[in-house]
């Protein structure tokens, strides 16, 4: 069995979405009339990632055996390290080798977290990360947007303070404010999480932080800019709430970085680096540290499939999984896509990831990447 050709194409959900909120998707077909699903890092639509597929990493798999997957992403991240190691290229890699391991799947008869070594347990829960709460949403908008993810019964909620990190502190007290206010209306026991996006400087984050502390938040995300490692342990080592970052490193190095800084939760994201293969390296990484993995990953569906197998598989789960704000790119374009119920992902036994597109849904939003 040998690799035949790869497609690589975006998904535009909606004729008003614009270029850089486009998903971007991979199929990675064999001699024998298999195939495999892939997701690549959508960030910027994934167009440089599905580029990089076209030119650089497909012509080096055309020919490979699939199930050398782990081989053909050490390799290709080596020989192609002049693309950058830190993005568009892990992304794509990331992708290739989720499909790869789709396809092993399908070939041996069985889900992924079975070949994986087994699942801790295949209902998980999940918390709703939402977005989208700075100055742009009042108060009352935030909690009306919080209310409406409770409807799924997620078992935490993250507010995220998105911002575009050219600015520091500007909004602390309307975060302060909204925080509060969430606490407020959820009660003092119910779990939540707060995603500064990068929005402060070290003494901001540390002023934010202490407030977090006495709303009783769980975790206090990318507080301080993420190149700034340093400064990101220091917020976390002079706090007492968990903070956590990782979720824009794309490297095991850059984990280990982070780790050693002082960071005591990790987030690195399947399709952002090393897909299925590079999230247990990740894993077995936090584990020798004994620091906390709660992987990011905000897409739809074959990414979140992914991270939900490899999260199954993962002994010291310590927080449920990341459910971003569901629109229409959770489920159209797919057959059978998995959606919560009760609180609840349920992993089914189908082999791979478990999900494949729905080609004539699709056709409508397809735009295919051929150079
Ligand atoms: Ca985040």
């Not at 993005?87 to 977290?113: E, V």
């Not at 970052?245 to 952002?272: C, H, N, S, W």
């Not at 993995?293 to 739809?300: E, I, N, R």
Request: proline share 6%; net charge negative.
């Amino acid at each position: 069995m040998k690799i035949e050709r790869i497609e690589t194409f975006q998904v535009q959900w909606s004729p008003d979405e614009p270029p850089a909120k486009r998903s971007a998707f991979v199929r990675v077909w064999t001699d024998d009339g298999r195939h495999g699903v892939g997701e690549v890092s959508p960030m910027m639509g994934g167009l440089a990632s599905l580029g990089m597929i076209v030119h650089n990493i497909a012509p080096a798999l055309i020919g490979a055996d699939p199930l050398d997957h782990a081989v053909i992403q050490d390799r290709l991240f080596h020989s192609l390290v002049k693309l950058g190691p830190e993005g568009a290229l892990t992304g794509a890699l990331a992708g290739i080798d989720i499909a790869l391991w789709d396809l092993k799947g399908k070939l041996f008869n069985q889900p992924i977290y079975k070949l994986l070594g087994g699942a801790w347990k295949t209902e998980l829960p999940f918390y709703a990360s939402i977005g989208g709460n700075g100055r742009g949403r009042s108060i009352d908008e935030v909690l009306r947007a919080v209310e409406a993810r409770m409807a799924d019964k997620p078992a935490a909620i993250k507010i995220r303070f998105d911002n575009k990190r050219v600015t520091l502190d500007e909004e602390i007290p309307d975060h302060i404010e909204k925080a509060r206010a969430v606490r407020t209306m959820v009660g003092k026991d119910f779990p939540l999480a707060f995603d500064a996006n990068n929005g402060y400087s070290t003494s901001g984050a540390i002023r934010v932080g202490r407030v977090l502390e006495e709303l009783d938040y769980w975790w206090f995300e990318e507080p301080v800019q993420h190149y700034h490692t340093k400064a990101m342990g220091e917020v976390a080592q002079k706090l007492s709430i968990t903070v956590s970052a990782g979720e824009q490193t794309y490297t095991m190095g850059g984990l280990v970085e982070l780790i050693e800084a002082g960071v005591r939760m990790i987030q690195p994201d399947i399709i952002k680096m090393g897909g299925i293969t590079g999230l247990l390296r990740c894993a077995a990484l936090a584990q020798a540290h004994g620091v906390e993995l709660v992987s990011h990953q905000t897409q739809p569906m074959i990414g979140h499939l992914a991270n939900l197998h490899v999260c199954a598989a993962q002994m010291h789960a310590t927080k449920p999984c990341e459910w971003n704000d569901p629109t229409a790119r959770t489920h159209e374009g797919f057959a059978d896509p998995p959606m919560p119920v009760d609180g609840l992902f349920h992993l089914s036994d189908r082999p791979g990831l478990g999900i494949e597109f729905d080609d004539t849904a699709l056709s409508k939003q397809r735009i295919d990447v051929t150079g």
